[in-house]
Structures are given as C-alpha cells and as structure tokens.
C-alpha cells in the first residue's frame, strides 16, 4: 500500500513538473520578439561621390501606369515592395518582383512600368551628386 502510494506521488509530481516546463517553454519562447536582417543587395562601387544627395522615394504605379525615358545623375537602388515591374533599358528589357533589390548606375536611362492587374511599390534610394 505504502509502496502504491509512493508510485503515485512519484507519477503526480513527475506529471506537475513536466506540465509546468511544458507551459513554461511554452510562454518563454512564445513572448521573444526576433529582430533578423534579410541581405537584399551587396554592391562595391566607386559612383557614389563623396558629396552626396541622398533622396529616397515611395514610388507608386497604378495598373499600367509608367515612368516614362528618363536617367539619374547618380547610382540607384530600388526595391520592389509590391507587385511585379517592368524596366526598359537599352540593353533590353527587365523583370522587377516583389522582394527583388536592383543596383541602376548612374545616368542609366531607363522606364519603369506596371504590367500587372494591381498596384505596384518600390522604395528608390537615389544617390545623386549634391549640387
């Protein structure tokens, strides 16, 4: 009888303590934020002058909307946030996806358009010599 109930008490506490650790990890892991970096674009370059206008925009297009020709005095990034673009250079043309980070140099001339049936996003990073 002692024996049994040894057994038992041995069970309950085995039990309450592998609920509570349960529970415990549980609610630990569950109320850590992360913090994590995606590397979207790596470039060395020797455009960027010492002097530098930094200008960044939201660029919006509605449904086929476009840019129209036009060229940078300096390097560019963009970032496609939403929606799918199309980049015309002179070299030919370019598909931009959401989650894609393109390097234009200088004075590439260019025209951005929205082919898709929604709207389209990108963050451009504009890295122009100051005046």
């Given at each position: 009888m002692r024996r049994d109930r040894r057994v038992?008490?041995?069970?309950?506490?085995?039990a309450a303590g592998a609920v509570v650790g349960l529970v415990?990890?549980?609610?630990?892991?569950?109320s850590?934020?992360?913090?994590?970096?995606d590397v979207?674009?790596?470039?060395?370059t020797s455009e960027i002058p010492r002097?530098?206008?930094?200008?960044?925009?939201?660029?919006?297009?509605?449904?086929?909307?476009?840019?129209?020709?036009h060229r940078h005095p300096g390097p560019t990034i963009l970032y496609v946030m939403e929606g799918e673009l199309s980049e015309a250079t002179r070299e030919g043309p370019n598909t931009?996806?959401?989650?894609?980070?393109?390097?234009?140099?200088?004075?590439?001339?260019h025209n951005v358009r929205n082919l898709?049936?929604?709207?389209?996003?990108?963050?451009?990073?504009?890295?122009?010599?100051?005046q």
């Open positions: 038992l008490w041995t069970l309950a506490v085995f415990a990890g549980s609610a630990l892991s569950a850590t934020p992360r913090m994590w970096a979207l674009l790596t470039r060395t002097t530098v206008s930094l200008r960044v925009n939201d660029d919006h297009w509605d449904p086929g909307a476009e840019g129209g020709w931009l996806k959401q989650g894609q980070a393109v390097w234009r140099p200088a004075r590439n001339e898709g049936p929604g709207p389209a996003r990108a963050l451009a990073i504009h890295l122009d010599p100051a």
